[in-house]
């Protein structure tokens, strides 16, 4: 396993086990979303990009 796939796969544990939930960074602060409309979670973009990823191993087309 290479070193990108074992970042991938570390993103994605740490994502489905909640690290990077909402309330981990604004626990003390406002309840409602000061982000504008439209602004995406990067961390988001990154983590469905590596699912895309693991999938095309795991197809053998990359």
């Given at each position: ?44 973009i ?6 895309i990823?693991?999938i ?7």
């Amino acid at each position: 396993m290479g070193i990108l796939e074992l970042l991938i796969v570390i993103l994605v544990i740490l994502w489905l086990l909640g690290y990077f939930g909402r309330g981990r960074f604004y626990a003390t602060g406002p309840s409602v979303s000061t982000v504008g409309v439209g602004s995406g979670n990067w961390l988001h973009i990154l983590l469905v990009v590596a699912v895309i990823l693991i999938i095309l191993r795991l197809l053998g087309l990359v």
